[in-house]
């Protein structure tokens, strides 16, 4: 199954709104996870189940959408949060997007 | 708390075997419900995972991304609550930090991968 996230880097300021998008080539029902990854560092979780927030992850982060179109929202982006940002699937075995780089306009 | 650390050679020579442990502390890999991981990232950023072990009743069942085909072996270390990767007849493409991990499945329900360990890099060159 291929994962195609968009947009692959976005530019954004302090305090906007940003959505990434992930699609799936086959229905993958809710299977659908994502990670946050800082540079240097292993990928963390954020999201599984295409929307249940990890134990701590600020509310500005949501997720939605199930089958094959997914949506990963941060409400108000803070200074932390431009980093890089990965989807997973796993309705058969794990595949990853290619990733979207939030950078600071 | 659970804590994952990769360790092996950071350098590998082409056609060699690539060898890699991942030492877990807070859980047990015997009496875990989880399967343990390996996910690399190759050094344009794309995430490929490797692999997976699950230790069931006194046996280690495996699983394995079918496009690294045969290459791959992954054991379990039961004394040393290891497991380990071997990714034999290695290329340049098999560069990477290769990470271990934990999930609760392969696919499906529970398959998020949380924790990571903190990754090491292997370079393959003569």
């Known amino acids: 199954i291929q994962m195609t996230q968009s947009p692959s880097s976005v530019s954004a300021s302090v305090g906007d709104r940003v959505t990434i998008t992930c699609r799936a080539s086959?229905?993958?029902?809710?299977?659908l996870t994502w990670y946050q990854q800082r540079p240097g560092e292993a990928p963390n979780l954020l999201i599984y189940?295409?929307?249940i927030p990890r134990s701590g992850v600020p509310s500005r982060f949501s997720g939605s959408g199930s089958g094959t179109e997914f949506s990963l929202t941060i409400s108000s982006l803070q200074p932390e949060d431009f980093v890089t940002y990965y989807c997973?699937?796993?309705?058969?075995?794990?595949?990853f997007g290619q990733g979207t780089r939030l950078e600071i306009k | 708390q659970l804590q994952l650390l990769e360790s092996g050679p950071g350098l590998v020579k082409p056609s060699e075997t690539l060898s890699l442990t991942c030492t877990v502390s807070?859980?047990?890999?015997?009496?875990?419900?989880?399967?343990w991981a390996w996910v690399r990232q190759s050094p344009g950023g794309g995430l490929e995972w490797v692999g997976s072990?699950?230790?069931?009743?006194?046996?280690?069942?495996?699983s394995h991304n079918p496009s690294l085909k045969s290459r791959v072996t992954i054991s379990v270390d039961t004394s040393k609550n290891q497991f380990s990767l071997r990714l034999a007849s290695v290329t340049a493409a098999d560069t990477a930090v290769y990470y271990c991990?934990?999930?609760?499945?392969?696919?499906?329900?529970?398959?998020?991968?949380?924790?990571w360990g903190q990754g090491i890099l292997v370079t393959v060159s003569p």
């Open positions: 807070g859980d047990s890999l015997t009496s875990s419900p989880y399967h």
């Open positions: 072990v699950h230790y069931s009743g006194y046996s280690a069942k495996t």
């Open positions: 997973q699937q796993a309705s058969t075995f794990p595949t």
């Open positions: 189940s295409a929307s």
């Open positions: 086959q229905n993958i029902n809710n299977w």
């Open positions: 991990g934990r999930h609760f499945s392969v696919a499906g329900a529970g398959s998020e991968i949380d924790p």
